[in-house]
């Protein structure tokens, strides 16, 4: 579900939002000392030494800004951020966590690595309960953060997943988006597409990626497993979130893209009327996509049924502080600051299109702004409240397993028609035999 592609936005949304006239200034040309948040009350701990961060592409560029703001409180901390990129801060991680040693202060990981580094190295990681206010975070990057009953990691940006759609495509076809409520009016009104204007629905690499599947899942407030790690792909939530893929599959309303390039290729030429995604992919449309400013809008999932929430996530990333650091304090301070700092934020949003789990932040003017190329539409208020009704969703450190044969399992429901009962009652089986739960 979580395997997406980074899209730098930094140049893109500063456009946005110059063309709104009420941008957020970056951190580091403001001569004021950033405003301190309702988290970091109370006297100011003396913190001195020197942190080394780990993460990557605009990230890093973002933790670089937070530094800056940082070191105007606390000039006695030097702070190194390094861009590896993302093989590389895992592949150096795994072997300094072996190791114990080699390691940085603070490092990125994305949302499903988390359980994955806390479940494999119980105690590699800073435990970071006492510094989270939960209240302040979404609930859904909350649960992303806790293994073993601990918060291992600081939850940072969300990726709340809508349906993107072309409203010219919309209206050549007579369709209505305020009229597609549930998955299956989706599906009706992707035959409409498919019959008078020859364009498919949506894309779904069904043999490749399980994204779509884990989404309208995590709509019904279920996922692969539960938060006790007990894996649930045969429960009655699955069996409805596949059974509406194989649903879409059988309709003829999918279009096969075969990699990330394959679905901005696919984009591009038109070939594709909707997009389910998370809201970076707003920022692949304006950078990618120029041509169609104006022709595209963002309406909310599907629901299924009756049940379950229009809202789920897809991507986004959080902060952890491996146990080996030596300046702990220091640590824990500016990775707090660097989650909570309303300036420091807001920043990494407009400046890198890094979308916020720190709810105080959807208060801002910039949440609030026209986005000219949805039409006018608020696009980014329209995430901060679909990103709050998002169901928490767990992961272990088998996650990445099991998300490949949940893969396998859906090729079979699509490409060899299997049934879906019997497939996710089999893929159940397997992955318990294999895991024990």
Request: glycine share 8%; aromatic share 10%.
């Amino acid at each position: 579900m979580m395997f997406k592609k980074v899209t730098i936005l930094a140049v893109v949304l500063c456009m946005v939002f110059a063309m709104a006239g009420c941008g957020s200034k970056p951190a580091e040309n403001s001569t004021e000392t950033p405003k301190e948040d309702t988290s970091a009350q109370g006297e100011k701990p003396k913190l001195s030494g020197e942190l080394t961060v780990w993460s990557w592409d605009v990230a890093a560029k973002a933790l670089q800004e937070a530094a800056v703001n940082f070191n105007k409180i606390y000039p006695d901390v030097k702070i190194t951020v390094e861009d590896l990129g993302t093989d590389q801060v895992y592949d150096k991680m795994t072997t300094g966590l072996v190791a114990n040693v080699g390691l940085p202060d603070v490092v990125t990981i994305e949302g499903e690595r988390v359980a994955s580094f806390a479940g494999k190295f119980p105690e590699g990681f800073v435990d970071l309960t006492d510094a989270i206010k939960t209240d302040d975070f979404l609930p859904v990057k909350i649960s992303e953060c806790k293994s073993n009953g601990k918060l291992v990691a600081f939850p940072w940006d969300a990726g709340p997943a809508a349906v993107y759609y072309r409203t010219d495509l919309f209206e050549k076809a007579g369709i209505k988006a305020e009229d597609i409520k549930t998955w299956d009016d989706f599906i009706a009104a992707g035959k409409v597409m498919n019959e008078k204007v020859g364009v498919k629905m949506v894309p779904l690499a069904a043999s490749r990626n399980a994204n779509l599947f884990g989404m309208i899942l995590n709509q019904l407030g279920s996922y692969f497993f539960d938060a006790e790690g007990n894996t649930t792909l045969n429960t009655d939530a699955a069996i409805k979130a596949m059974s509406i893929i194989q649903k879409m599959y059988d309709a003829g309303i999918t279009y096969d893209n075969t990699d990330w390039d394959g679905l901005v290729s696919a984009t591009q030429s038109g070939k594709i009327a909707t997009v389910p995604s998370a809201v970076w992919w707003a920022g692949t449309l304006m950078d990618e996509v120029p041509d169609l400013s104006g022709k595209w809008a963002v309406m909310r999932l599907p629901k299924v049924g009756n049940e379950g929430v229009q809202a789920a996530v897809y991507g986004g990333s959080n902060v952890m502080i491996p146990a080996a650091t030596q300046n702990r304090e220091a640590a824990v301070e500016f990775v707090k600051f660097a989650m909570t700092d309303m300036n420091t934020q807001i920043t990494a949003f407009t400046k890198y299109g890094l979308f916020p789990s720190y709810i105080p932040t959807y208060d801002d003017p910039a949440f609030d702004q026209e986005v000219e190329y949805f039409g006018g539409q608020k696009i980014w208020k329209f995430f901060a409240e679909v990103a709050k009704e998002i169901p928490e969703l767990y992961y272990t450190e088998d996650f990445p397993e099991v998300y490949s044969r949940v893969i396998d399992a859906q090729a079979k429901v699509t490409l060899k028609h299997a049934e879906v009962k019997a497939t996710l009652d089999a893929l159940q089986k397997d992955i318990t035999n294999m895991l024990g739960k």
